[in-house]
């Protein structure tokens, strides 16, 4: 499956766009500005139904008008599919699939799955765990997309425990109520762990691997960082029995897999407290790829990566190393504000865009003087 073209009315700085996409790497070019990072989230936003940039979709509008609407064409292996993503203030958004509405274009199945590293994701690297274990569950989605009900699963029996909590503190129900709902906890909380653990143990070796490539030393290294200690729902549930005095006065549960997080460590130091803002974009451009090579050795999908900016930070080596792993497998759009630092990036396999007074033109180097 490939993303074939992207369309676009009143997205942000464009009126409307038309662009198709290179089979492999594609290299979107334009000053400072001029929409670059605008055309990634579009191409997120047409194919996720989410901007990656906001959360709120009125900033998506392009300014005086009403309604944005992006159009996302795919050819898979059944044939050419289309998905769509209208949105107008104060309307629920309008997504479909070939056509036919549907509530999240995350559940189609065969839609495109997207990487992106835009300068904001720098989070993940930075932030708090919880922006981590989100990205982890979004990885196990996209190994294994019929896992996603285990952290469902999860977030309702935890959503009762709480509740649960409070009642027995506030003297509505006894105590006793409270063990049916540890073992459901621990339950659902263990195949949890075990997902998550899974998924990084499938990433972890290739990260170290490509984050040395980039040129990211002292040994780095990612790592599942699970709060609990149980190997199994007995162990869970024992851990939550000890702690039944203390979520009791908070009236939530403190201790579970909802308290899990990642580690990205150089040399055994977190790049979150201790990296500098180039090792931790390195480790978070190797952390993508990693996922990225995972995804597509267990699955029959690619995900398309989208880079922001990414080159300008990095040598003229590293570069090459970035543009090379790019080149590998699936496609990738990437943008920059000079072609010269995309090494190859005037190659005939390359498709070259460029972004000049809100229009997006095929750049055909032959043609220029
Ligand atoms: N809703 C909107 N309507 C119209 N223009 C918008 C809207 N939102 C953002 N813009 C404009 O988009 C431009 C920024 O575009 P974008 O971030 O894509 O630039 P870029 O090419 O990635 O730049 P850089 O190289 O500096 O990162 C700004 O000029 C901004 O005013």
Redesign the pocket.
Known sequence: MRVVRLSLRNF??YESADVELGAGLTVVT??????????L?ALYFGCTGRSARTTNDR?????GQKVTRVEVETEADDGPHRLSVGFEAGQPKRLTADGVRVERLLDVPGRPLVSVFLPDRLELVKGTPSLRRAHVDQVVAALWPARTTTRRGYAQALAQRNALLTRVRDGAVSPTSLAAWDRELARHGIALMADRAAAIDAVAERFGAIAADLGLDGDPRVAYRPRSKATDADGLVAELEERRTSDLERGFSGHGPHRDDLALTRDGRELRAYGSQGQQRLALLALLLAEREAIAATRDAVPVMLL??VMSELDRERRGRLVELLRGVGQSVV?T?DLEHVPGGDGADVRRLR?EDGEVRADDLREQP
């Open positions: 942000r700085s334009g000053r400072n500005g001029a929409g670059k990072t605008n055309l989230d900033e998506l509008v392009r300014f922001d900016d943008t504000t972004v």
